[in-house]
């Protein structure tokens, strides 16, 4: 099956009702839809609710523009001082090389900006001016390549990008975001493995996956073969309503990341994405399946949940708290600890001499 890109060609394959297709066509209309094979086989077609299905298959609810959603929900464009780039956080910079990504995820947070009828790479030129910023802001510690998906691009291109950031002094780690191990995880060769090393700097990949059947067998060797050229992996996933908000599902995910060799970095709260209402939770089932995890399933298991905050602000780690303050405030106060069983326990104030 080649990989699905128009609501027709769903309806063909039997992932949409032809009822359904005048709807779907105004969505696609708007964000782009590729369904590739990999990710095909996972859905039931026959489960009206299937996690896999509600990720990657259009919706018409998300013809449905609620309050508060917006085009750019974290606010890239205001932090953007050249194309490409965006950087927001003072030791970081974000190089967006491409629009395009193998699979495009119903609830993206650039899905305004994503798909195959955008300038689908930066131009040499944009490019070079990117790489100038990166060059003339020795504050810039970590490179963080994303998108689109940067894994979308030939090794020979990836291996260029890597080597002019390798070359930039101040810049001492790159870190690759992509779902492309997981999407179609046969282009994870060992020659685009070796394109995105680099001597005496780590690469980190930050893979997004969201539900534990992702992690195929295809999928968990693409990974490996990043592991063992000695990449550290990391995870980020997106809380979604009838994906993966159950503790059952989220305790799954986590425990396969980590037998994948996979450390769970972030689990995100859905942004104010356009349309994608019936894809959020609210952030006190968030914070109860967080708690959930931290009672259940080993440090390892343990993603740190966050909310990127509308407007362009950065992340906020919204956990919930085991801590409590009790009393007056200052050294005097007692602090009340709860532990992985929900019981809470005393914790001395400081004491002086
Ligand atoms: S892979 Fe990432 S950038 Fe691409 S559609 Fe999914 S969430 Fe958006």
Redesign the pocket.
Known sequence: MAILRTPAQLCENGFVSSKKLPALQAVAARYAVALPHPLACLIDRNDPNDPIARQFIPNDGELDQTAGEIGDPIGDEQHSPVEGIVHRYPDRALLKLTHI?A???RF????EM?GPDKPNALSPGALASALHYIRTHPEIWEVILT???PLVLSARRLRTVMKSLADIDHVKVVRIHT?VPIADPARITTDLVRSIKIKDKPTYVAI?VNHPRELTPEARAACARMADAGIPLLSQSVLLAGVNDTPEVLGDLMRALVESRIKPYYLHHGDLAPGTAHLRTDIATGQNLVRNLRGRWSGLCQPTYVLDIPGGHGKAPIGPSYIEHKGANGPAALLVVEDFRGQQHVYPPRQTR
């Open positions: 990504c699979v495009y995820c993206c947070f650039r899905r994503i998108g689109g998906d779902r997004h």
